[in-house]
């Protein structure tokens, strides 16, 4: 069993380390795999949704659409928005570094 001491110690030094991390390079990794996942999702909807039934099979539950073009439409949207918000928070990070050093 672990001591509350030794716990709070522990949580402590992660906080104190996590909180030396740069954060510019975190935002940019980030930001990058969003915008890889938004134009996939934009470009290949269709794929995207079968994922998401594969998924949604694993835990025991079963999707369907009542309109798949309307599904794959409003899938590409939001793809299509992923990648314009995430551009817009790379276009924010990047323009003031200074304050994500």
Do not use: C, H
């Amino acid at each position: 069993m672990i001591d509350k001491n030794q716990l709070m110690t522990s949580l402590e030094f992660l906080i104190a380390w996590l909180g030396k991390l740069p954060l510019l390079p975190i935002f940019l990794l980030f930001s990058a795999i969003g915008l890889a996942m938004g134009i996939f999702i934009a470009v290949n909807p269709v794929s995207a949704i079968e994922m998401q039934r594969k998924f949604y099979e694993k835990i025991n539950w079963r999707i369907e659409p009542i309109s798949i073009s309307k599904e794959i439409r409003n899938t590409r949207i939001m793809g299509w928005f992923l990648v314009a918000i995430l551009l817009a928070v790379l276009m924010l990070v990047l323009t003031n570094k200074s304050t994500f050093l």
